[in-house]
């Protein structure tokens, strides 16, 4: 069990930090799709934006069950599956932020998505050498 806390506390940090993303997409829905549009008007249509939060939204529900069921699995099984799993889709989540980022050359917040997805794979490395 010592032997998998780093990488149980690294899953916490990423599954807190999605699950409020996802939180506040899903039950403050309206204001989120208003906020994105504008951000992205003179980059993307609308119908864009609202397709990308679907899709960003979805993969942050997924993200958050594998990274749940992951911490899960390590405690009880010492299974590494569904944490690995967990932690890539987590970084194709933040792949995707970044570029959408970038679209709004917004350098600040790619840099600080790029640390997150650092940590992804410095825990993804980390759980795989175990």
């Given at each position: 069990m010592i032997t998998y806390s780093g990488p149980i506390l690294i899953l916490v940090f990423l599954l807190l930090t999605i699950i409020i993303s996802a939180y506040e997409k899903l039950f403050v829905w309206n204001k989120t799709l208003k906020d994105y549009v504008e951000?992205?008007?003179?980059?993307?249509p609308p119908f864009l934006v609202k397709l990308s939060l679907i899709i960003?939204?979805?993969l942050e529900i997924i993200v958050t069950s594998f990274l749940a069921l992951g911490i899960y699995d390590i405690i009880v099984d010492q299974d590494i599956s569904l944490s690995e799993i967990g932690l890539i889709i987590t970084g194709v989540l933040f792949l995707i932020l970044l570029i959408g980022l970038r679209i709004l050359q917004d350098y600040r917040g790619a840099g600080r998505t790029?640390?997150?997805?650092?940590?992804?794979?410095?825990?993804?490395?980390?759980?795989?050498?175990?």
């Open positions: 951000m992205y008007k003179n980059h993307l960003i939204l979805g790029a640390i997150y997805f650092l940590l992804v794979v410095f825990g993804l490395f980390w759980i795989q050498s175990i």
